[in-house]
């Protein structure tokens, strides 16, 4: 046991080697699980009968609503629901819209592809946005492993298996942090878009307020 505390507590086991490994064997077996549901599903649905990419089909239903001029139809849940019905069928689950009427926007562009290729746009550019990001943050020069990393983290199969915007949501955050001290305005707009999430509407300026961040505050 001591053996075992001391190998955690020094991290000896940690090589390089290692990492690269089960780096790469988490990568490999998220590409494996995402193939899988892919090749299971049946039309728009998975095998359970959701919408492949789950959550981004809220986000397309309500991108097809803003489209068809009922916009503020998106807010009302039964409303969505039946679009949604009408696209993925009767026996899809309920996944329902909670984002501000800005993010109709995107949700709009998007609808103008037909469901998968628009699922696959999103969680491409998405993650593209994620990698920079994370780039951005890391000093230089880059240990040439940080892209297995950042791919391997379990986050990212999650958000690739749900279609859901965790990717933009740290592109924007972590783009924000890496350009705070250099950008303050830019990492201000960054922090603003954020808001999307309302709860970091709340969080974020009080932050940068007692931070004394003034300039990012106001840009925000």
Same mark, same amino acid.
């Given at each position: 046991?001591?053996?075992?505390?001391?190998?955690?507590?020094?991290?000896?086991?940690?090589?390089?080697?290692?990492?690269?490994?089960?780096?790469?064997?988490?990568?490999?077996?998220?590409?494996?699980?995402?193939?899988?549901?892919?090749? !299971?599903?049946?039309?728009?649905?998975?095998?359970?009968?959701?919408?492949?990419?789950?959550?981004?089909?809220?986000?397309?239903?309500?991108?097809?609503?803003?489209?068809?001029?009922?916009?503020?139809?998106?807010?009302?849940?039964?409303?969505?629901?039946?679009?949604?019905?009408?696209?993925?069928?009767?026996?899809?689950?309920?996944?329902?819209?909670?984002?501000?009427?800005?993010?109709?926007?995107?949700?709009?562009?998007?609808?103008?592809?037909?469901?998968?290729?628009?699922?696959?746009?999103?969680?491409?550019? !998405?993650?593209?946005?994620?990698?920079?990001?994370?780039?951005?943050?890391?000093?230089?020069?880059?240990?040439?492993?940080?892209?297995?990393?950042?791919?391997?983290?379990?986050?990212?199969?999650?958000?690739?298996?749900?279609?859901?915007?965790?990717?933009? !949501? !740290?592109?924007?955050?972590?783009?924000?942090?890496?350009?705070?001290?250099?950008?303050?305005?830019?990492?201000?707009?960054?922090?603003?878009?954020?808001?999307?999430?309302?709860?970091?509407?709340?969080?974020?300026?009080?932050?940068?307020?007692?931070?004394?961040?003034?300039?990012?505050?106001?840009?925000?």
């Amino acid at each position: 046991m001591s053996h075992l505390l001391a190998l955690l507590r020094d991290g000896e086991f940690l090589t390089r080697p290692r990492i690269r490994l089960w780096a790469a064997a988490f990568v490999v077996g998220f590409a494996a699980a995402i193939l899988y549901m892919a090749a !299971t599903a049946h039309g728009l649905n998975d095998y359970k009968g959701r919408p492949l990419g789950t959550d981004f089909s809220d986000v397309y239903t309500a991108g097809l609503m803003a489209d068809e001029g009922a916009a503020a139809a998106a807010y009302d849940p039964a409303r969505h629901y039946a679009r949604e019905q009408a696209v993925f069928g009767h026996a899809t689950p309920f996944y329902g819209w909670h984002y501000p009427p800005f993010f109709l926007a995107i949700a709009a562009a998007l609808s103008q592809l037909s469901y998968l290729p628009a699922l696959i746009l999103w969680q491409a550019a !998405t993650l593209a946005l994620y990698l920079a990001a994370v780039s951005l943050l890391l000093p230089r020069p880059r240990d040439p492993l940080w892209l297995l990393l950042a791919l391997a983290f379990p986050a990212v199969f999650v958000n690739l298996g749900h279609g859901q915007n965790g990717f933009l !949501t !740290t592109a924007l955050f972590a783009g924000a942090l890496g350009l705070l001290d250099r950008r303050p305005v830019i990492a201000g707009i960054l922090f603003g878009l954020v808001a999307y999430k309302p709860q970091f509407g709340v969080i974020i300026p009080l932050v940068l307020a007692v931070s004394g961040r003034w300039r990012c505050f106001a840009a925000a």
